[in-house]
């Protein structure tokens, strides 16, 4: 059974900087893309960043530039940096695996806020 588990949301003021962790169980994380979504309160769920299995990355528009995806297939883990946090980059925010998601996590709450 495939689990992800996100963790390292917070609170952060404008401009601040956070790491989100997906640590992954129960699928061989070399053979997936991963992704991060986020939803914000009245708000659909938006793609953040998808990591091939080979490593290549893409980003929503709105992060490109400021956000960092990653993956570190020993340790069964995917990573979002985060910086120059925005107001508007407050979310709850997903990992995800396959194209399309066919396995999320439980999400983790990012707050930007001054």
């Known amino acids: 059974q495939v689990q992800l588990v996100e963790s390292g949301g917070g609170s952060v003021q404008p401009g601040g900087s956070l790491r989100l962790s997906c640590v992954v169980s129960g699928m061989i994380l070399n053979f997936n893309s991963m992704a991060w979504y986020r939803q914000a309160p009245g708000k659909q769920r938006e793609l953040v960043a998808r990591i091939s299995y080979y490593g290549a990355a893409n980003y929503g528009d709105s992060v490109r530039g400021r956000f960092t995806i990653s993956r570190d297939n020993a340790e069964n883990t995917v990573y979002l940096e985060m910086n120059s946090l925005k107001p508007e980059d407050t979310a709850v925010y997903y990992c995800?695996?396959?194209?399309?998601?066919?396995?999320w996590g439980q999400g983790t709450q990012v707050t930007v806020s001054s």
């Open positions: 995800s695996s396959g194209v399309p998601p066919d396995s």
